[in-house]
Structures are given as C-alpha cells and as structure tokens.
C-alpha cells in the first residue's frame, strides 16, 4: 500500500510539473546566420511559444562561441541572446540549446568564416553613374513567381497599381543593357516581401527583414544577382526602409516590446515636417508626430529608441551586406526615423565597412535642411547624422523647373534656377556626396515634365554627366519614357520597360528596335554615360559657373589636368558663346574636342542651336 501511495504521487507530481512547463518553439532567430571577425556584436532575437523562460546553451562547447547574457522582452515570446564569438572562433554549424525544465529544443545555426576583404570593400562614389530600377516593372525573367500561394496580392498587369511580375531573374536578363548603356551602379526599389493585400508592388512595407519576395526570387537568387552584376563591374545599392514596417510583418501580431512601434490612441499620421530636427522654435509635440506617426495606415512606425529593434535594425542592414557582397545602401524616409538612433545606425555600418557608402533620402527643396542630414556638417545644435550622402533634391527641383522655361529667361527663371542652387554649395559638408537626379520612382518622369521634347531630353541628360556629384537615373529615362496617364500618379509613372515581357510586341532593350526621338536620346546619353566613366575631372574637378539672365548656363569643370565646358542654351534663339567672357578659365586653352561629336572647335566661333547643349573637353 505504501509503495502505490508513493508511485501514484510520483506520477501526480510529474504530471503537474509537465502541466507547468509550457510547451516552448522555436519560430524565427534572427539574423539568419553570422561570421566570424566582425565588428559588431551578435545579439540573436529568438521568437517562439514560450521561449523567454527557457535557459540558452551554445553547442558545442569550447570552440569560441558562448553565450553571454540573455535579456527578456515585454512578450514572453521572445528572448534576446547576447553571443560572443571570441577572435579565434572556429567557422561552423553551432547548436542553440533551449531548456525548461525537462523540455529541450535544439536549433541549428550557422557562424560561418567571414569573406576575405569584406571589411576594406569599396563603394559608389561621384565616378559611378546610378541606373533606378523598379524591379516589378523592369522584366519578367520568371513569369512561374508572378504569383505564389504564401503571399497575398496577385499579378494583374492590366491596372496599374497590381503587381506586374517583373523579378530578380528579369533584372538579371537585362545587366548587358545596363552595363552597355555606361551605368556603373544598380539602386533597386526594395525587394523584401511586401505582403499587402494591394500596390504591394513597390515594396516600401517590409513584411519581413529576411526575406526577398518570392515573387521576385529567393535569397540566392539575390546573391546570384550581386555576383552577376560585379562580373559586369555594376555595384549594386539596397533600399531598405527603417522607418517603418508592414502591418502584416509577422511581429506585428506579437511585438516583442510593448515600445516596438509607436502607438496612438487613434490613428495619427507623421505630419511630415521633418525640419522639427533641426528648428530650434519648433514644439515637442510637432518633433514627436513627425518622428512618430504613421507614414500609413499600412505601415507601422517604427520605434529606433528601443535598443534592442535599433541593434536588430543594425545587424539586419550588415547581414545583408555581407551575406549577398552589397556594395551600398539606399535610406528611405531617412528624416523620419529618430536622429539620434539613426545616426548610431550609421556609425554602425560604417565601422563594419570604413569604405561604405549610405545615401539618404532627405526630401527637400530647403539647402540648409539638406545640408544638416549630412554626416560631418556643422551643425549648431551639435548633431552628426553620420550619414555620408544625401539625395540633391533643391538640385532636383531647380532642373526640373528650368525645363518648364524654355523662354528668354528672367531674373531667378530658367537656367538661372541651377546656377542659384550651386551658388549655395559652400553649405555642404562634402559635394562629392550628393546623389543628383533629375527624376526617380516617386516624382513625376522627366520626360512629362519635358513634354516629350527630346532637346529638353538631352540639356537634363548634359547636367547628370556633367555637375558634381554622383548622378541617378530611373529606368527608361534614357528613352524618354513617359507615364501612361499622369494624372493617377505614382503607378502610371512606373511604367512596364517594353520587352521585359514575353508577350510585348516591342523590345526596347534592343538597341535595333530603338526609333525616333527615343533613339536619338538613347544615343546621346550612352555616348555621354560611357565618356564620363573614366574622367576624373568630372568624378572630383573644381566647378566654375557664370551668370547669365538669358536662360543661358555655362561652366567649367577643372582640374590640373583637364578642363571640360559645358554651355547650355534653354532659350528659343541661337546664341553664340561669349568665349572671350571666360577668360579667367579660358585664355590659353586653345583648340577644344565636341565630345558629342569628337571634332575639334574653335571656341571664338561657336554658336549654339535652341534648346541644345556645347560640351567641349581640353587637355592642359
């Protein structure tokens, strides 16, 4: 009797400890994988059913990897793990051992040996020439991915705002146009998974960090991407997007911390005022709503003052750099995010790759504002973005508005718009790190604003390969692209590229097929893309710039070695070049080469055609 008594409470006990132990999972361990040899600290973000009361073991033991410390969140499912990876860590297969009283769960997780050179890696700089691409609208090299059965939105490429099945494999098809057409440089629109239910073809709400979209390939695919772009000597830049997340990102459901994303009693949009940063008039409730609210309804604002999403956030960007080889970042919305955290961000990166290079998108027509955001500047409230470059847009607005003045001009008209916005660049910290355009994926295509004049084409085209800076174009602009109805926005200007599918009657990526006026800007532009590869005078030269209130422009790019003129004439007369009126630059410099046309000229003579541009190179 006493020995039932005692074996019935053994099984009691038992029964009650195992209905006191949860059952634990292992859903996501983030990043994905690691190296030996970095500079930042791995810190591993474990999700799964009751993981925070588990016990963490690193396996096997005494080969260098360790775990220091974990940290709870606010969701008990989630466990933050601090690993140390000591300098003689062996390169391998590790195990990750999670214990709760008798249960036990093991999960397999790679350190793997860190590619040689990775940290001296080298970036876009003012030498490279960068080629947009929305990759939805570029070529469908896979139409069986147009669609796939774990994501949400299917391909209809008959409206505008569904997915059209451009992907991975189409870009990679089409790395010969691109390299051919003399761009030194890919920034692709994000390809993460964006899992919207609608116009999840953009990609600017991330669903997972991880992850490419499945209906634009997989994460080797992306690797084969970089690899075949490198082959090609194109550097390859990823536009990633801290600010905000998707709502449908699998931690929406579960945040680890109550603080993960900022939260509102009813929904509250940023007011988008992002000159908060840096006014010192300004309230603390109008810096708080810019830094906070929702971008959209659809996309959560993220919280970088939570260490531990700005640690997450940081590896995340250096995961992806050395995993697929990157050559550069692209920042979304980058005065959005919390400064101060953005900036650590940052810091980060370019720690792990003192060679980096991060442009940031600081939308603005304001220089100042501009100028604040870049990392180095003098700023007086003290603040260093740390962030290398930032997007022209004062630049941006003032081309634009010149091509929409094709007249004789005027006090603060035309060309005029240029000159005054470079007259301002004695506000910027470093000129070499500016990324100029003159169109992108969110503003209108330059061939509306052009209206289709291909001589308007051309002077927008001279001023990307001639100004200081690192210039960008979006795809198709080379052919004067336009959109399909300009009046719906966005998704009209994202026009399909003609020939990235296989049923299109046209193929624009064959230069045979190129016609018109189309082919008359494509081979303008190659011809000027190509030359400006190898000068140096154009990648770092001095500028001289003069005035005129004609719709008139010329300038002088210089060095010891070299001197470029580029005269552009926005008016309706002919003009002819008042050479002699140049001559703190131009006494002395003798017989010029066109460098459209390759022949020689004598400036004293020279005239130039409405609407057309002079660009004549010099050797001292």
């Known amino acids: 009797m006493k020995r039932f008594f005692t074996l019935t409470l053994f099984l009691i006990t038992a029964l009650t400890v195992s209905a006191a132990t949860p059952k634990i999972s292992v859903k996501h361990v983030e990043p994905l994988s690691w190296w030996t040899g970095m500079n930042m600290p791995l810190q591993l973000m474990v999700h799964g059913d009751a993981i925070s009361q588990c016990d963490v073991k690193i396996l096997p033991e005494g080969q260098g990897v360790s775990v220091a410390s974990t940290h709870k969140a606010d969701s008990p499912n989630y466990i933050f793990v601090d690993v140390a990876i000591d300098d003689n860590a062996v390169a391998g297969e590790y195990t990750l051992r999670f214990t709760n009283g008798k249960r036990k769960l093991d999960y397999k997780y790679t350190i793997a040996e860190r590619r040689e050179g990775s940290r001296e890696r080298l970036s876009f700089t003012n030498a490279d020439f960068v080629y947009l691409i929305m990759p939805d609208r570029f070529a469908n090299g896979n139409p069986e991915n147009d669609s796939t059965n774990d994501t949400a939105e299917k391909a209809d490429r008959s409206k505008a705002w569904r997915r059209h099945g451009g992907d991975l494999q189409g870009m990679i098809d089409h790395l010969d146009y691109i390299a051919d057409l003399g761009a030194t440089a890919i920034w692709s629109t994000p390809l993460l998974l964006d899992n919207e239910n609608g116009a999840s073809y953009h990609g600017y709400s991330c669903s997972d960090y991880y992850l490419i979209d499945p209906r634009f390939g997989t994460n080797e695919l992306f690797k084969k991407y970089v690899e075949e772009c490198h082959k090609r000597d194109l550097k390859v830049i990823m536009d990633i997007v801290p600010n905000h997340s998707s709502t449908s990102h699998w931690w929406y459901a579960d945040h680890p911390f109550e603080d993960w994303t900022h939260k509102w009693d009813s929904y509250t949009q940023s007011n988008w005022t992002f000159s908060t940063n840096?006014?010192?008039?300004?309230?603390?409730?109008?810096?708080?709503?810019?830094?906070?609210?929702?971008?959209?309804?659809?996309?959560?604002?993220?919280?970088?003052?939570?260490?531990?999403?700005?640690?997450?956030?940081?590896?995340?960007?250096?995961?992806?750099?050395?995993?697929?080889?990157?050559?550069?970042?692209?920042?979304?919305?980058?005065?959005?995010?919390?400064?101060?955290?953005?900036?650590?961000?940052?810091?980060?990166?370019?720690?792990?790759?003192?060679?980096?290079?991060?442009?940031?998108?600081?939308?603005?027509?304001s220089i100042p504002?501009?100028?604040?955001?870049?990392?180095?500047?003098?700023?007086?409230?003290?603040?260093?973005?740390?962030?290398?470059?930032?997007?022209?847009?004062?630049?941006?607005d003032a081309m634009r508005s010149a091509m929409c003045e094709s007249g004789n001009g005027g006090w603060g008209q035309g060309m005029t718009r240029v000159y005054e916005v470079l007259s301002h660049d004695f506000v910027y910290h470093d000129l070499s790190n500016m990324m100029i355009m003159a169109a992108n994926h969110d503003t209108d295509r330059i061939g509306d604003v052009c209206e289709g004049d291909v001589r308007k084409m051309k002077i927008v085209h001279t001023l990307l390969c001639t100004m200081r800076?690192?210039?960008?174009?979006?795809?198709?602009?080379?052919?004067?692209?336009?959109?399909?109805?300009?009046?719906?926005?966005?998704?009209?200007?994202?026009?399909?590229?003609?020939?990235?599918?296989?049923?299109?009657?046209v193929n624009l990526f064959d230069k045979a097929q190129h016609e018109?006026?189309?082919?008359?800007?494509?081979?303008?532009?190659?011809?000027?893309?190509?030359?400006?590869?190898?000068?140096?005078?154009?990648?770092?030269?001095?500028?001289?710039?003069?005035?005129?209130?004609?719709?008139?422009?010329?300038?002088?790019?210089?060095?010891?070695?070299?001197?470029?003129?580029?005269?552009?004439?926005?008016?309706?007369?002919?003009?002819?070049?008042?050479?002699?009126?140049?001559?703190?630059?131009?006494?002395?410099l003798g017989e010029g080469r066109d460098v459209i046309s390759g022949d020689a000229v004598d400036m004293n003579k020279m005239s130039v055609e409405p609407m057309s541009v002079l660009v004549v190179e010099f050797t001292l």
């Not at 309230?283 to 939570?306: H, I, P, T, V």
């Open 278 to 365: 840096m006014d010192f008039n300004a309230s603390k409730s109008d810096l708080y709503q810019m830094e906070s609210g929702w971008f959209d309804r659809s996309m959560a604002d993220m919280n970088l003052d939570n260490p531990y999403l700005l640690r997450y956030f940081q590896q995340w960007a250096i995961w992806w750099v050395e995993y697929s080889d990157l050559d550069g970042f692209r920042v979304d919305t980058y005065p959005y995010n919390e400064k101060m955290p953005m900036s650590e961000w940052c810091k980060a990166v370019m720690e792990e790759y003192p060679n980096f290079n991060i442009v940031g998108e600081v939308w603005t027509s």
């Open 369 to 396: 504002q501009l100028a604040y955001w870049q990392g180095g500047n003098y700023n007086k409230d003290g603040f260093n973005s740390n962030l290398k470059s930032i997007m022209d847009f004062p630049l941006h």
């Open 469 to 505: 800076g690192m210039p960008q174009m979006l795809y198709g602009d080379e052919l004067m692209f336009r959109s399909t109805d300009r009046s719906k926005g966005h998704p009209t200007l994202r026009v399909d590229f003609p020939g990235g599918w296989a049923e299109d009657s």
């Open 516 to 588: 018109g006026d189309a082919k008359e800007l494509f081979d303008f532009t190659r011809h000027l893309m190509n030359w400006r590869k190898s000068k140096e005078v154009i990648h770092s030269g001095k500028t001289l710039h003069f005035i005129d209130r004609d719709n008139t422009y010329a300038y002088f790019r210089y060095n010891d070695e070299s001197v470029v003129f580029v005269y552009i004439n926005n008016s309706n007369d002919t003009k002819r070049v008042p050479w002699t009126r140049y001559s703190e630059i131009s006494a002395g």
